[in-house]
């Protein structure tokens, strides 16, 4: 895949939406980190061989989800730290916005999907549907409709 660089921006500019985009995936790496070091502990407990064959399996999802979004979400700075002093900002800057995008749908679908599977194992199907939904909307919401809804305003 190519990701073609933005029109050239000063320096300055560069190196600023790096630093804020660079700050921003660190705040998902921490949740998304800590979700997958949870989810790598849940196989290992009592419970975990009376889940059903629907619920194992969307846990094995869960978690190649979860282990993809952090490849997603930390990719940026393996972009830098092999490109650092190579002029190629523009294009780690590029990139970095196309993780973090990425990387936030990835958060959203792994916290929707344990949601999921924690209402199936105590609640059963329907609640967890309703649960799962309820948190998709949520984040649908707050990621998506709040902020396009201000796009465009004055500042």
């Known amino acids: 895949m190519s990701i073609a660089a933005p029109p ?11 630093n804020e985009l ?3 995936l660190r705040v998902m790496q921490t949740g998304v980190q ?8 849940v196989p290992f407990t009592d419970r975990f061989v009376r889940l059903t064959t629907f619920q194992q399996r969307l846990y094995l999802g869960i978690l190649c989800a979860a ?3 952090t490849l997603i979400i930390v990719a940026p700075v ?6 650092f ?18 990387g936030l749908i990835g958060l959203a679908l792994v916290s929707t999907a344990v949601v999921l599977l924690v209402f199936d194992v105590v609640l ?6 309703v649960a799962a939904a309820a948190v998709a909307l949520a984040f ?15 500042r």
């Open 124 to 129: 059963g199907g329907t609640a967890a549907l």
């Open 34 to 41: 800590i979700l997958t070091g949870f989810l790598l502990t």
């Open 140 to 154: 649908i919401v707050m990621w998506a409709v709040v902020p396009l809804s201000g796009r465009g305003r004055e």
């Open 22 to 24: 660079l700050q921003e």
């Open 8 to 18: 050239r921006r000063p320096p300055h500019q560069i190196t600023r939406n790096l």
């Open 67 to 69: 282990v993809l979004t």
């Open 78 to 83: 393996c972009f830098h730290r092999v490109l």
């Open 85 to 102: 002093r190579k002029g190629r900002r523009d294009w780690i800057v590029a990139a970095a916005q196309l993780c973090a995008l990425a």
